[in-house]
């Protein structure tokens, strides 16, 4: 098989999943957030290693996001954080997920065909999504009142949770987080003064997750945090960034191999638009990887990888499908060598915040965005 593969560590996760836990304590539940492919480290696969590690909610984009890990035998709780589309509403019910909820038609269309079943009273829980802020999903303030007396009257519905999602959670002092918080707080009111009692209630993301126990509630939802990763937390201004408190282990190595080596003189032009020259006598390595596996072309000439224990820089445009490094300074590299472009080799290391500064992104997108073609494997 093309050598070029990502490697995800269960036992990291697995260990990240019980810290957090540890960190939120026994009283407030973690929904193992899982959308995007878990992030690009397989979704199916780190759903099953979190169940075993004791996650009894998962949280998801999409109604086919959660029905494929439902198939794959997830049996706790899928919530679809982003909702079901028009149709949708027969998968929602079949396989047990979680909608969340914010629009008049998503409880018309789950009244109607719990009807349908003869569904019992109250027996079909969804989560509200309320608009604290971020002006993209959720039940406005001016809406709410409406939006109760609708979900009130849908018999077969219970209102199970209410969420927000923060826009800055990892500025500690960012006034715009203030202010969600405060919302979210006047929200949780509104519903309870008019007469509903929902179990969950959760607005904290990873980063709130680390540095904003006032807004744990009863739920965290952390995400990247579970990868081994998490914004760090910061002040405004001229404030010291602050450290990550929690020492969560990276989960997703990715690496490839030498396929061909080759010599070449200075003056020699490398890769399209002749757009790197070298300027020594050079031993080039090219590797089977490229953007289409969701290298950036940003990194061009500017990234590296590790080989043996030695950083190699990146010479040239990355392409679809071939990277070119220098390997001059690397003492012995041969043909078929493991290269590491995200993780560490010896005294070495690359993570995605490294491609991420690089590529003036943040980590998520880097680690998402590799692809399908990149073989996962796991290990323990």
Same mark, same amino acid.
């Not at 696969?45 to 029905?67: D, K, N, Y």
């Not at 007396?149 to 002092?173: C, N, Q, T, W, Y």
């Not at 404030?239 to 003056?267: C, F, N, Q, Y």
């Given at each position: /098989?093309?050598?070029?593969?990502?490697?995800?560590?269960?036992?990291?996760?697995?260990?990240?999943?019980?810290?957090?836990?540890? !960190?939120?304590?026994?009283?407030?539940?973690?929904?193992?957030?899982? =959308?995007?492919?878990?992030?690009? !480290?397989?979704?199916?696969?780190?759903?099953?290693?979190?169940?075993?590690?004791?996650?009894?909610?998962?949280?998801?984009?999409?109604?086919?996001?959660?029905?494929?890990?439902?198939?794959?035998?997830?049996?706790?709780?899928?919530?679809?954080?982003?909702?079901?589309?028009?149709?949708?509403? $027969?998968?929602?019910?079949?396989?047990?997920?979680?909608?969340?909820?914010?629009?008049?038609?998503?409880? *018309?269309?789950?009244?109607?065909?719990?009807? =349908?079943?003869?569904?019992?009273?109250? &027996?079909?829980?969804?989560?509200?999504?309320?608009?604290?802020?971020?002006?993209?999903?959720?039940?406005?303030?001016?809406? /709410?009142?409406?939006?109760?007396? %609708?979900?009130?009257?849908?018999?077969?519905?219970?209102? $199970?949770?209410?969420?927000?999602?923060?826009?800055?959670?990892?500025?500690?002092? @960012?006034?715009?987080?203030?202010?969600?918080?405060?919302?979210? @707080?006047?929200?949780?009111? +509104?519903?309870?003064?008019?007469? +509903?009692?929902?179990?969950?209630?959760?607005? @904290?993301?990873?980063?709130?997750? *680390?540095?904003?126990? &006032?807004?744990?509630?009863? /739920?965290?939802?952390?995400?990247?945090?579970?990868? *081994?990763?998490?914004?760090?937390?910061?002040?405004?201004?001229?404030? #010291?960034?602050? #450290? !990550? #408190?929690?020492?969560?282990?990276?989960?997703?190595?990715?690496?490839?191999?030498?396929?061909?080596?080759?010599?070449?003189?200075?003056?020699?032009?490398?890769?399209?638009?002749?757009?790197?020259?070298?300027?020594?006598?050079?031993?080039?390595?090219?590797?089977?990887?490229?953007?289409?596996?969701?290298?950036?072309?940003?990194? &061009?000439?500017?990234?590296?990888?590790?080989?043996?224990?030695?950083?190699?820089?990146?010479?040239?445009?990355?392409?679809?499908?071939?990277?070119?490094?220098?390997?001059?300074?690397?003492? *012995?590299?041969?043909?078929?060598?493991?290269?590491?472009?995200?993780?560490?080799?010896?005294?070495?290391?690359?993570?995605?915040?490294?491609?991420?500064?690089?590529? @003036?992104?943040? #980590?998520?997108?880097?680690?998402? %965005?590799?692809?399908?073609?990149?073989?996962?494997?796991? =290990? $323990?």
């Amino acid at each position: /098989m093309r050598p070029t593969w990502a490697e995800v560590s269960l036992s990291a996760l697995r260990h990240n999943f019980r810290l957090i836990k540890q !960190h939120v304590g026994t009283d407030v539940t973690v929904c193992a957030v899982i =959308k995007a492919d878990a992030y690009g !480290h397989g979704a199916v696969e780190c759903a099953r290693a979190l169940q075993e590690a004791g996650a009894t909610w998962f949280g998801v984009t999409s109604t086919e996001e959660g029905v494929k890990i439902r198939e794959a035998g997830i049996t706790g709780r899928i919530l679809l954080m982003t909702g079901f589309w028009r149709g949708e509403q $027969e998968d929602v019910i079949h396989h047990n997920l979680t909608p969340t909820v914010w629009e008049w038609w998503q409880i *018309g269309a789950l009244e109607a065909l719990l009807g =349908k079943r003869n569904a019992p009273p109250r &027996s079909f829980p969804v989560h509200v999504n309320v608009d604290t802020g971020m002006a993209r999903l959720g039940v406005p303030d001016y809406f /709410m009142g409406l939006f109760l007396k %609708r979900v009130r009257a849908a018999e077969p519905i219970a209102l $199970e949770g209410v969420f927000s999602h923060l826009a800055s959670a990892e500025v500690l002092d @960012a006034e715009d987080a203030k202010h969600q918080a405060s919302r979210f @707080a006047e929200f949780e009111q +509104f519903i309870a003064d008019h007469g +509903f009692s929902p179990q969950f209630r959760h607005i @904290a993301n990873s980063a709130a997750v *680390g540095g904003r126990p &006032s807004l744990w509630r009863n /739920m965290v939802r952390p995400g990247m945090l579970l990868y *081994g990763y998490g914004l760090p937390l910061m002040r405004t201004e001229n404030d #010291p960034e602050i #450290p !990550h #408190p929690l020492p969560v282990k990276r989960a997703l190595s990715w690496k490839t191999k030498i396929i061909s080596m080759k010599d070449v003189g200075a003056g020699q032009t490398v890769g399209y638009k002749a757009a790197y020259v070298t300027n020594r006598p050079t031993k080039l390595a090219v590797l089977p990887v490229g953007y289409a596996d969701g290298l950036s072309r940003h990194l &061009s000439s500017r990234g590296r990888v590790i080989v043996r224990g030695t950083y190699a820089p990146m010479v040239g445009i990355i392409s679809m499908d071939i990277t070119v490094v220098d390997v001059t300074d690397v003492n *012995g590299a041969a043909m078929g060598d493991d290269v590491t472009i995200i993780g560490a080799d010896g005294d070495c290391m690359i993570d995605a915040w490294e491609h991420a500064r690089l590529e @003036a992104t943040i #980590p998520y997108e880097v680690l998402c %965005r590799v692809g399908g073609r990149v073989r996962r494997t796991y =290990k $323990e």
